[in-house]
Nanobody, 121 residues
């Protein structure tokens, strides 16, 4: 069983930055690709970024490419999402996930509880 716990959300002004963290309770963390998604009330969960187990390969949604950076520290069993140049439309609940390597929400087996990010204009 994999448990994921996100942290780092909060309130930030437009143009600001936040770094989200997701700590995983799993022995072989480096073998798991990790991803970030977000979801607004009443909307489908949206893929943001995925990183390979080694951290060498990353992939981003067009909506966040160039503004968000996914990274990981395998020694700490933690994946990060650095978010820069935040916009009000980035306001969502952000989730980390694992158990897959792609962009399809339904392919992921494990999810964190989510962390709220609110960007004020």
């Amino acid at each position: 069983q994999v448990q994921l716990v996100e942290s780092g959300g909060g309130l930030v002004q437009a143009g600001g930055s936040l770094r989200l963290s997701c700590a995983a309770s799993v022995r072989t963390f480096s073998t798991y690709a990790m991803a970030w998604f977000r979801q607004a009330p009443g909307k489908e969960r949206e893929f943001l970024a995925v990183i390979s187990g080694s951290g060498v390969s990353t992939s981003y949604a067009d909506s966040v490419k160039g503004r968000f950076t996914i990274s990981r520290d395998n020694a700490k069993n933690t994946v990060y999402l650095q978010m820069n140049s935040l916009k009000p439309e980035d306001t969502d609940v952000y989730y980390c996930a694992t158990g897959s390597t792609g962009r399809r929400t339904e392919s992921y087996d494990y999810w964190g509880q989510g962390t709220q990010v609110t960007v004020s204009s």
